[in-house]
């Protein structure tokens, strides 16, 4: 039953152009089994060289087999694989079995998965520490307005992302079960999870310590982590604007984050600022209007 009904949804995309190829997880097989297969025996996930929606689900039933089918364009993927922001569809792609694969992207993809090597690992890192420093800077703010379960919020998933950064540095991708990986491989993040959750010091006491073990550990790590940014200031001789910043191929993942990267990277001198006059917006008599570019500091 289940291989008559893999072969017959396979075959009504069999004459679709624009169909890459499709990768099965089936629930018996399947080391990991995330909330959205509950209640189905199989998940089939159709990758498609084409505009689309980001992501379209849907569910489906043949006799007694429930399949929740995937429709994902290549260009998702791609995202995902520097952003981290599916993580099942990752996990999915290293353990399904690939059932068509065309033009052979599906095996090349997983192969890029397992070896993470650059630059592929520079845009994940960068990716996971903007997600750290975006939750750190908001559980400081938040202490600071006493507002300590916030804060709490904010500096559990930082540490969730420092926990990505580790793995990442030991070549590994950061999974859902994050800190099942993260157990054997760096005692010290861990330990400082349980400090924060079962720890019988007040609330604010725990964000105070891990706020503080965050800033000796990882913002001064700010160089090694955000090499991306900075092997990219410093590929040309003249100086980049945000918006040329932005738009960058190997930036895209990280557009919404790179403000308050850069800013970061200002205060502790790894970028400079270079002020450019905008004419246009000249002011007789009044202070004149620049425009920041950056260079590597």
């Given amino acids: 039953m289940v291989d008559f009904t893999k072969k017959t949804l396979l075959s009504a995309l069999q004459d679709n152009p624009d169909h890459i190829g499709s990768v099965c ?7 990991f089994y995330p909330p959205e297969m509950y209640g189905f025996d199989m998940v089939l ?25 995937h429709y994902v364009s290549k260009w998702s993927m791609e995202r995902w694989l520097v952003d981290g922001e599916n993580r099942n569809m990752i996990q999915w792609m290293i353990q399904g079995e690939i059932m068509k694969d065309a033009t052979g992207y599906l095996n090349v993809l997983r192969e890029r998965i397992l070896q993470f090597a650059n630059p592929l690992r520079e845009q994940r890192m960068i990716a996971e520490f903007a997600l750290f420093l975006r939750n750190f800077l908001q559980a400081k703010q938040f202490m600071k307005m006493n507002h300590e379960l916030d804060a709490y919020q904010r500096i559990l998933e930082s540490l969730r992302h420092w926990a990505g950064i580790v ?14 990986q993260i157990h054997d ?7 400082l999870y349980e400090e924060l959750t079962i720890s019988q010091e007040t609330v604010g006491q725990r964000v105070e310590l891990l706020l503080l073990a965050s800033e000796f550990s990882v913002m001064s790590k700010m160089k090694e982590y955000c090499s991306l940014l900075l092997r990219i200031l410093s ?11 932005v738009e960058h191929p190997e930036l895209h993942h990280i557009r919404d984050d790179l403000p308050m990267l850069l ?5 502790r001198s790894l970028v400079r600022e270079v002020e450019v006059l905008k004419t246009e917006l000249d002011v007789t008599d009044e202070q004149p209007f620049v425009e920041l570019y950056y260079l590597a500091g």
């Avoid at 030991?170 to 099942?180: A, D, F």
């Avoid at 590929?235 to 910043?245: D, F, T």
């Fill in 263 to 267: 800013q970061k990277m200002l205060q």
């Fill in 185 to 191: 491989l760096n005692l010290g993040v861990f330990k």
């Fill in 235 to 245: 590929s040309r001789e003249e100086p980049w604007n945000e918006n040329e910043l």
């Fill in 45 to 69: 996930i159709h990758v498609m060289d084409k505009d689309m929606a980001l992501h379209e689900i849907s569910h489906m039933k043949n006799g007694d087999l429930r399949l929740q089918v």
């Fill in 167 to 180: 793995l990442i540095e030991k070549g590994m991708h950061p999974e859902v079960s994050v800190w099942n």
């Fill in 25 to 31: 997880i089936e629930h018996a097989s399947s080391d």
